[in-house]
């Protein structure tokens, strides 16, 4: 039975244009378990904004409105077809017993992307855990034409972290190939070298049977793939969708390696002080690597809906482009990227027809030395803040910068501390390669006591000098060792007027 879904929930788009209207009437036409969230529905409207100024020189936006219905209507259809396609596979199949609830198609609830989708896994090693982690670490492998890297990324993995980290992660390998042979010799290969993990319930391997998986023959060929090329990657959509899924509670935060992957050392430690930093922040995913589904991190909560978006537009494009549409819609506009990169790719074969894949990551360091542990703080500056480099991106961990424009004697950076902290080291830089001159020409930095109320901020009443800037730049050590107090404020305060602008590039700070 069919429900069309109430026009009055896009009554805040009532004063579009007639083609916009003509598309919402449109969209109702179609199954509310068919349909976008009204969010989708809001982020097309954003695209169909950008594109109204050309609407008095040229017919783009009526072009561009048509191919977006037309793309609408196909993938209507085609899930239509999927779902044919399921059902059919599901009254052929002899080698299970009919049970219904086994073959509840993955597309069956899409207004429910909070649920888990109906797969039932094999265990290849290992079992559930009893307790649940900090991290899970996930990776997809499929048999390669050429080369193997599954067991060094694993291998990695382990060697990089503590014995104390490895308390915190748990690590899922999907074996998604659909070759059972390759299955068991990849699985005694991998209990033969990591037995005490297995054993010790951080390492587990799966696989998720192929009844399971939609149609992958005769996809829409996007971006003019060829056939196979369209298939390899769809069907690593649903690889993906179907790994996420498996990790939705196993742990706080989930992390997604590819199967040819080298870490860094004390990554874990790393993305935790990451994490700290960004407190009170909303995100959606973190990136500690800038290549590929490389290094990607989620909130273990979004990962139902994560893997349903997966497996929803499994066959439009790449999985790693399908990601930043996932991060839009969910409404983080920017990439949260950390540097120096935590992972790096180390395969040199792909595992699509064993070509040649040379992409390494510049960012990467695969030994860490003193990464800041920059306590939850709030910020704040009287300072002209340029655009939206705002304070808070002066203490990101992330490539990110506070840029203001020309400060004046007496201005101040302000950062007050959710909790009173033992600081051992501070280092601040300002400036960029690009712009080597938007630094702090003059200025001072002070550490606070005593907090108090002041208008609708905190401060503290009394700050304690701690140093200049010089070319820029400042950094201190043993702090805990020069001041008599714990410290809830730290201020970089102007001491002369300069007409360049200032850029903060970034703020570390290591306690005790």
Known sequence: MRRTVNLKLYQHFLHRTDYENFFLKFCASFPQERMFKFHQVKHIFEILDKMRCLRKRSTVSFLGILVILLLFMNLYIEDSYVLEG??????????????????????????NFSGAINVTYRYLAGMPLQRKRFLTIGLSSVKRKKGNYLLETIKSIFEQSSYEELKEISVVVHLADFNSSWREV??????????????????????????????????????NDPEDRVRFRSKQNVDYAFLINFCA???DYYVMLEDDVRCSKNFLTAIKKVITSLEGTYWVTLEFSKLGYIGKLYHSHDLPRLAHFLLMFYQEMPCDWLLSHFRGLLAQKNVIRFKPSLFQHMGYYSSY?????KLKDDDFEEELFDIPDNPPASL??????????DASKAYSSVDEYFWGKSPSTGDVFVIIFENPIIIKKIKVNTGTEDRQNDILHHGALDVGGNIIPFKQNRQCSTYIRLGEFKNGNFEISDVNQKIPFDVHCMRIHVTKTQKEWLIIRSISIWTS
Do not use: C, W
């Open 353 to 357: 027809k064993g070509t040649e894949n």
């Open 86 to 111: 399921d059902k059919q596979l599901i009254r052929e199949s002899s080698t299970h017993q009919p049970n219904p609830e086994r073959y509840v198609h993955t597309f069956k609830d899409l207004s």
């Open 186 to 223: 990849m699985v005694q290969d991998i209990t033969q070298k990591f037995a005490h993990h297995i054993i010790a319930g951080r390492l587990m391997v799966i696989h998720a049977p192929e009844e399971y998986y939609p149609i992958l023959n005769g996809l829409k060929r996007n971006y």
């Open 249 to 251: 509670n196993i742990s």
């Open 380 to 389: 704040y500056t009287n300072m002209s803040v340029f655009e939206n480099y």
